[in-house]
């Protein structure tokens, strides 16, 4: 185990396990003829959920595209406003079809939420939300999501897409970070 790691929250073989669970359910779930014949998309935000999309994809047998966008939710110090800034748009017009919005986690919500509205007036056929985690946070935007992966306590965790100060995404688990990493 890593040195600033207290102790592991999803192992690896927990996350390749449950991720491969996901990818089966949406499979089955986007298998109809009209689904696949109106285009099922993942969507990534990046940078945190590029690790969980690869996984998710490889775990799906359907046709798919995948694109990516990059957000930002500025606030101050630790929590975020709800402003979300908009660093890199998907390439990919998505009018009419399936788009399934892959999140490592939902903290407050506040990114999703607003995620959502900009992507829900582009008209996708439908528009879901598989978050990997879902941390138990007090206050947190209510976000219908499809599936998700685990819920998650509200600690300071890294790993497997999941970073502090850009460290710690190589990680093949999520852990908590010890204080004095980040103190
Ligand atoms: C993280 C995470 C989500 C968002 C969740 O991204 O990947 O996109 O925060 O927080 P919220 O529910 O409180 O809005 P971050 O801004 O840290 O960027 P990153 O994905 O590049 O690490």
């Known amino acids: 185990m890593h040195p600033d790691i207290e102790r592991i929250v999803f192992s690896q073989n927990q996350i390749h396990q449950r991720v491969s669970e996901l990818g089966a359910a949406l499979s089955a779930e986007y298998a109809t003829p009209e689904l ?20 998710l994809a490889r775990a799906m047998t359907i046709p ?39 999140e490592d986690v939902i903290d407050t919500g506040l990114t999703l939420q607003r995620l959502l509205q900009v992507l ?5 056929a439908s528009l879901e939300v598989v978050p990997l985690l879902r941390k138990d946070v007090p ?32 990680l093949p688990y999520i852990g908590v970070l010890k204080p004095e990493a980040y103190q």
């Open 36 to 55: 696949r014949g109106a285009g099922v998309e993942l969507v990534c935000v990046l940078k945190g959920a590029a690790t969980f999309m690869s996984d």
């Open 64 to 102: 798919l595209e995948m694109d990516y966008m990059a957000v930002s939710s500025y606030g101050t110090g630790t929590t975020s406003s709800g402003v979300v800034t908009f660093q890199k748009d998907l390439s990919s017009d998505i009018t009419g079809k399936h788009v399934i919005i892959a």
């Open 120 to 124: 829900a007036a582009r008209n996708p």
């Open 139 to 170: 206050g947190q935007a209510d976000i219908d999501c499809k599936m998700v992966g685990f819920e998650c306590p509200n600690d300071f965790i890294v790993g497997y897409g999941l970073d502090y100060a850009e460290r710690y995404r190589n």
